[in-house]
């Protein structure tokens, strides 16, 4: 899996830095850490949202 490239956003960085953890994980681990990382970017789009 290629790196995603820096964002410059470190909430979105870390919640796409996440996605490293894939490799050779199970169905259901991968279920749980595509979960946060929707999580993180919902609540980072959030918080543009009320700047």
Do not use: I, K, N
């Not at 169905?27 to 946060?36: F, G, I, K, L, N």
């Amino acid at each position: 899996m290629a790196e995603p490239e820096p964002t410059g956003h470190p909430g979105v960085d870390d919640a796409l830095a996440r996605l490293e953890e894939l490799d050779g994980v199970d169905t259901q681990t991968r279920v749980e850490v595509y979960e946060d990382v929707h999580r993180r970017l919902s609540e980072s789009l959030a918080a543009l949202d009320s700047e």
